[in-house]
């Protein structure tokens, strides 16, 4: 079964508002979580690193006011979507640390479908 | 920077083997992966292997490394209708902070 669970699967939303997306690992606590986000036809972009208890770590060019990512517990973290536009839908996959060091195995969230209209 | 090469397409028919060639460019890379995405779906980890084997076999899935090129390739056995999807290779970094991909392989199976 999964061991890492996004919520919700799908959403549609209005510009202008904000989505959260959830992103719990289900049967180990996660230090370390990480979100993606796939445009159509394309790879995974890397967007952010969340780190429990600290700020996310930022990739270039993904804006931090608009990506909000919280990382409040080992089990959870959230990525919202503010004030979004019709350019911000996309697929976002989030994944999970388990272990760490060599002995580390990353799993993957099943991934939201985020649509702005 | 990291870099990680797939061929885009392939198609095979049923019941052949299909071979996903991968290339990467980051040699400190410790661990490789094989996702699969089926439509619609989030990855699937199929497999990976460790940068100290040159071989894992799972059921139909063979992963060959070959470290001093840089080649990874997945290996598909008695390849069915339901094995059509995306297939990703992965590298990740040393301390395993970040997965690299590659632009996916679609596979296509025809009966």
């Known amino acids: 079964g999964a061991v890492v669970s996004q919520h919700p699967s799908w959403v549609i939303c209005k510009s202008g508002t904000s989505v959260k997306i959830e992103c719990r690992s289900l049967d180990f606590q996660a230090t370390t979580m990480f979100w993606y986000r796939q445009f159509p036809k394309q790879s995974l972009m890397l967007m952010a690193t969340s780190n429990e208890g600290s700020k996310a770590t930022y990739e270039q060019g993904v804006e931090k006011d608009k990506f909000l990512i919280n990382h409040a517990s080992l089990t959870l973290s959230t990525l919202t979507v503010t004030s979004a536009h019709p350019e911000d839908s996309s697929f976002y996959i989030c994944?999970?640390?388990?272990?760490?060091?060599?002995?580390?195995?990353?799993?993957f969230g099943e991934g939201s479908w985020l649509t702005v209209v | 920077g990291e870099d990680v090469e797939q061929s885009l397409f392939l198609s095979v028919r049923e019941g052949d083997s299909s071979v996903i060639n991968c290339t990467y460019t980051d040699s400190s890379s410790t661990y490789l992966y094989w996702y699969k995405q089926e439509p619609g779906a989030g990855l699937q980890l199929l497999t990976y292997?460790?940068?100290?084997?040159d071989m894992k076999q799972d059921q139909r899935l063979t992963v060959l490394l070959n470290k001093k090129d840089k080649h990874l390739s997945l290996r598909i056995a008695d390849t069915q209708t339901g094995d059509s999807a995306i297939y990703f290779c992965?590298?990740?970094?040393?301390?395993?902070?970040?997965?690299?991909f590659g632009k996916g392989t679609t596979l296509s199976v025809s009966s």
């Open positions: 994944s999970a640390r388990r272990g760490t060091g060599r002995g580390n195995t990353i799993y």
């Open positions: 292997i460790f940068s100290n084997m």
């Open positions: 992965a590298e990740s970094d040393q301390a395993g902070t970040a997965l690299i």
